[in-house]
């Protein structure tokens, strides 16, 4: 027997310094990979694209420094290390102010905004206001400094008058354009409000731009030379005409609009006696009071004062547009998907990921929108463009809470059967109220049999004068206990217990009778009977009001159209659902069902294609129904029109298309194993009506045009010709 034996079977009792032989001899347990967070792999790519956006941006603040720039030689002008940089610098704060909003109320792109939606968050609409108004004093204090550096004394804050006879005065024109920035930053966060600039578009091709700028076109610039350039310089090129229109009709209504009345009307006094307490604390030459002196140079401010705020809203919006440019974009990293350990060409890895799946379940099933709205889009790369992830995904089948593939088709499931629990639930309440007064009707008829038959149970005999009981002597002058409180629940009670019936008192209706006819004629009782009841001439006239109200400009954050309630329905107004979850849940779970007939060895897929057929289905048929019959327009949507449903519901009508074409797919691939799957030909036959748009009000498609277009047989044979499905017809055939 060896030594290592005898000391493993024997060990000495004091040998505290022994070889430990067992711990080599006997296999060691294989740690569990620790699954990293989605948010993890997310934060640091957010944080990549953040940095980029802020170069971008710090590229626009030194071309500004070039503009601001005061100084006679040209290299200083410009050169980074110098004035120019420190200038680049301080304009980089307003436009960090911008980035601050965005990323604190960063969220994926609905329709569901409007006045209600501001209203509903006035966190969110202070911190905006805040944030844009600190921004704008800020660039206001910049321009005043690079406009008064150059020996100018128009903006100072002291003008020195004339040598000689004029004593020093606080100059009322930088609080002029002070006051003009801070309105200029209160009129941009109305508009990143009403116009939702914190969503984030996760679409697939949201950073191809269209061509809207019309100078571009006008000099004859091709495509291919804007495609030379960076892509957020390229976008930021073709937006330029949006920006530049956007701060042109801002700066046009502050500063020839709104800015003179507000000033002069509302702001000046308390503007004025602000800063002069300010300016008298370090020019000590100031008199101790004085009433507002007057702008000077009025041509050479409203000059300064028109092409300033042009170049602040200008900045804002190229901010706006650099984040929305860099920051929604696909979830990978090096051509690889987020969540994917990625080697370089020697083999070495760059980017570790234990249990690349594992992360990417954990952001599917995230609570926070945003790690579960750019998980599912990784999810429809994954399942589209890589398919040795792909494969992956139907090989793990030894996880802890099931396969991968159970999980994943589980997620997507939920998310698209939450837009049939969202019609069930905006449907409930017209059934539930006239069941509830159905019932009410019931109750009263039940209560007031009780009542007669307790009645007729009493013992005959002659009826109580009163409930109470005989007063004493004493007491017939005393305040009763049950005074007024008590006579007011009693009245209360019996109107309760009566409805319907008059609460006055008979005397007191004659007596309010006979005023109104000793003060008023028949004629005017009556006008004035249909004035309160809703029907004369002042509800007509305010009704119309609202309606005109409503149908101008004005009036758009007030309306609650048609395709916003519809949205709000089907898509979901929680912060973890949105119409990119649901169209990326489908698009990933009709493909990963797809490739299954050639990349999964196990079978894992096949026993649930029953069930993702009758999902789609039913989800289908209750979209067409919604949409097409049960929804109804909200009175404030004056433009709606009943033949025009599914032209305006484009949201609804894009989502429905998605999830028929992944039902048509399938059904195509796997209906004739319908029966070895578990299905019935009823369920086939109404999952394709479902897919065509035969069932429930389908004369008017969703679709496109072009796929409007198209019959069935054309899409059919259109489907069948796809590569996967060539490769799924052939392996039949084989076998």
Known sequence: MSTSTMITQNPP????????TTNTSTPSATPIPRIRPYKDF?????????????????IICWFYSFIFSTSGSLIWSWFPIGPAGIRALL??????????????????ATTSGGLTQILKKPGTTLHTVGWYVWSAWFYGEIFIWTRGSSGSIELGWVDPGRSGYERPRMNENPIFLRCLFVLMGLGQASLHLSRDYDAIDLSEGNGLSKRRNALLSYLGVQDQTLDKLPRSARVLVENSGLIADRAFKLVFCGTVMAHSPFYFIVVRRMAWRWTYAIGRTVFRELPPTSPPTGLVNVVRLAWQAFYSSLLLVALWEASNTIFDITVPQPPTKKGEPLTSEIKDARGAVVHRSADPNGSLLNGLKAKREIPKAFAFWELSLISKDFEARRKTIYTE????DGSAWEQICQVCLSEIRAIKVRITEANRPALSSAQQKEQELRRQQHEHLIGREAEEQQIVGLRKIADRPVVNDAAVF???????PFAVSNLARSIGQSPGSDAALPVARKALQWSADRALSRADQERLAKVGTGDGFIAQKSQ??????LRSPAGEPFRKTFDRQVAGVILGSGPATNKRNIIYASEALTQLVMCSLAEDSYG???????EIVRTLTEVVDAVEKFVGHEAKAHWTDVSFREETRWQVATEAAEVLQVLRSGLERIVLAFGEYAGSIGLSKKEVREAREAAVGSRGGAGALPASKEKAAIGAGERSREVERRPEMQEATSRRRRN
Do not use: E, W
């Open 478 to 484: 005393a305040r009763g206990s049950n005074g007024s």
């Open 42 to 58: 997310l934060t640091a790519a957010l944080h990549r694209r953040f940095v980029r956006a802020a170069g971008v941006t710090f």
């Open 91 to 108: 304009l980089f704060a307003p436009c960090l102010a911008v980035f601050i909003v965005r990323v604190a109320n960063m969220h994926v």
């Open 544 to 549: 119309g009001y609202i309606l005109q109200f």
């Open 13 to 20: 009792i004091n040998s505290l310094f022994a070889p430990r």
């Open 397 to 400: 089948v030894d996880r802890r």
């Open 604 to 610: 894992s897929v096949s026993k649930d294609v029953a």
